[in-house]
T-cell receptor
Framework: QKEVEQDPGPLSVPEGAIVSLNCTYS??????FMWYRQYSRKGPELLMY????GNKEDGRFTAQVDKSSKYISLFIRDSQPSDSATYLC?????????????FGRGTQLTVWP | ETGVTQSPTHLIKTRGQQVTLRCSSQ?????VSWYQQALGQGPQFIFQ???????GRGNFPPRFSGLQFPNYSSELNVNALELDDSALYLC?????????????FGPGTRLTVL
């Protein structure tokens, strides 16, 4: 079983729509959850960082973690064409290293005008 | 943009050759992690370097090796290249001593093996 699973999409929405991106994870001990955004042919950039359960909001973006169901979500309000990118959920695992990331395979999002 | 830089941007090699990729970490960061991202997939952890020592390794064979230098920059070396090694190779730096574990990624090196 993979540490984190993510539906690759693709997802295509009109400008202004609310976007919901989701992942599931396998290990209930995980505590640190991230969302990265990756534009075509670029490296991932950190969007949101959540510790344990609950919600975190940053502008149009809301990250949500439900540890009881091992489910993590990213919501984008009032989506813009500039939000078109691949969104990667990631789990930070301290484990035996100083910390490594397990990534989902990414969801490709297109926001059309 | 992060302060993490990688070189070269693109590289084309043939099967069996060796390749070296380079990474300069963000100022103040002492830990470097390398990831491989195949087309249409999420990044996969290769290994991590801290204080010039390998500090954890993912499910990659020994022909993937690395170095970290006193200025915290790093190299990834891959020997006996295979077609499946074609991917985007990402370097991420983080500042353990600073108390944050956030990993900041460079733009990557796109390796094509023919």
């Amino acid at each position: 079983q993979k540490e984190v699973e993510q539906d690759p999409g693709p997802l295509s929405v009109p400008e202004g729509a609310i976007v919901s991106l989701n992942c599931t994870y396998s290990n209930s001990a995980f505590q640190y959850f991230m969302w990265y955004r990756q534009y075509s042919r670029k490296g991932p950039e950190l969007l949101m960082y959540t510790y344990s359960s609950g919600n975190k909001e940053d502008g149009r973006f809301t990250a949500q973690v439900d540890k009881s169901s091992k489910y993590i979500s990213l919501f984008i309000r009032d989506s813009q064409p500039s939000d078109s990118a691949t969104y990667l959920c990631a789990i930070f695992d301290r484990g035996s290293t100083l910390g490594r990331l397990y990534f989902g395979r990414g969801t490709q999002l297109t926001v059309w005008p | 943009e992060t302060g993490v830089t990688q070189s070269p941007t693109h590289l084309i090699k043939t099967r069996g050759q060796q390749v070296t990729l380079r990474c300069s970490s963000q100022s103040g960061h002492n830990t470097v992690s390398w990831y491989q991202q195949a087309l249409g997939q999420g990044p996969q952890f290769i290994f991590q370097y801290y204080r010039e020592e390998e500090n954890g390794r993912g499910n990659f064979p020994p022909r993937f090796s690395g170095l970290q230098f006193p200025n915290y920059s790093s190299e990834l070396n891959v020997n006996a290249l295979e077609l499946d090694d074609s991917a985007l190779y990402l370097c991420a730096s983080s500042a353990l001593a600073g108390g944050t574990d956030t990993q900041y990624f460079g733009p990557g090196t796109r390796l094509t093996v023919l």
